[in-house]
T-cell receptor
């Protein structure tokens, strides 16, 4: 158990649905991340939050909307997704954002299928 | 921009044997970190080993060791005495030293199978 949990583990949704992915870290970290993992492609960093403030948005379409109410929780709100958005969505956290030893701890991911 | 390349999509090793996974990267920076992550079928990505570019000594963690060749921009992972539990997807990753986003740049991964 790495201390980062994600729910749900699997999600199937239609293109007109609205759903949310949840991530929670129990490690006392201050930075949280969303990654997209598609088959045969490198992990893509989507969003970064530091002390609840968004510090990076890697040109992610607006149909993905992140929310970070506190340093322990991170959400990814989904609406009007496309089939190509089907992927494994990974959440990660680290103690700090800047400096040296900032190992990222990953959650188990949510397998999203968009029909 | 930095890139990470893993040229071996799949590898196979016999139990108790040694296997080496390759990784090359491209950067103009002189200070950075390199990582190997393991993602088993359960999907929880875990850090296997890390290397600071300013350190000449290769990092070692039990059965896992790296061959870091800074001039060649090569960072291979050697797994000794392979075990069935080593079967997983292995990702090589790069991170700039300092920087404000702690951004990891990943390769496409190598799927390692361990044969009993």
């Amino acid at each position: 158990e790495t201390g980062v949990t994600q729910t749900p583990r699997h999600l199937v949704m239609g293109m007109t649905n609205k759903k949310s992915l949840k991530c929670e870290q129990h490690l006392g970290h201050n930075a949280m991340y969303w990654y997209k993992q598609s088959a045969k492609k490198p992990l893509e960093l989507m969003f970064v939050y530091n002390f609840k403030e968004q510090t990076e948005n890697n040109s992610v379409p607006s149909r993905f909307s992140p929310e970070c109410p506190n340093s322990s929780h991170l959400f990814l709100h989904l609406h009007t997704l496309q089939p190509e958005d089907s992927a494994l969505y990974l959440c990660a956290s680290s103690q700090y954002l800047e400096g040296g030893n900032n190992e990222q701890f990953f959650g188990p991911g949510t397998r999203l299928t968009v029909l | 921009a930095q890139t990470v390349t893993q040229s071996q999509p799949e590898m196979s090793v016999q139990e108790a044997e040694t296997v080496t996974l390759s990784c090359t990267y491209d950067t103009s920076e002189s200070d950075y970190y390199l990582f190997w992550y393991k993602q088993p079928p359960s999907r929880q990505m875990i850090l296997v080993i890390r290397q600071e570019a300013y350190k000449q000594q290769n990092a070692t963690e039990n059965r896992f060791s790296v061959n870091f060749q800074k001039a060649a921009k090569s960072f291979s992972l050697k797994i000794s005495d392979s075990q069935l539990g080593d079967a997983a997807m292995y990702f090589c990753a790069y991170r700039s030293f300092g920087g404000a986003t702690n951004k990891l740049i990943f390769g496409t991964g190598t799927l390692l199978a361990v044969q009993p």
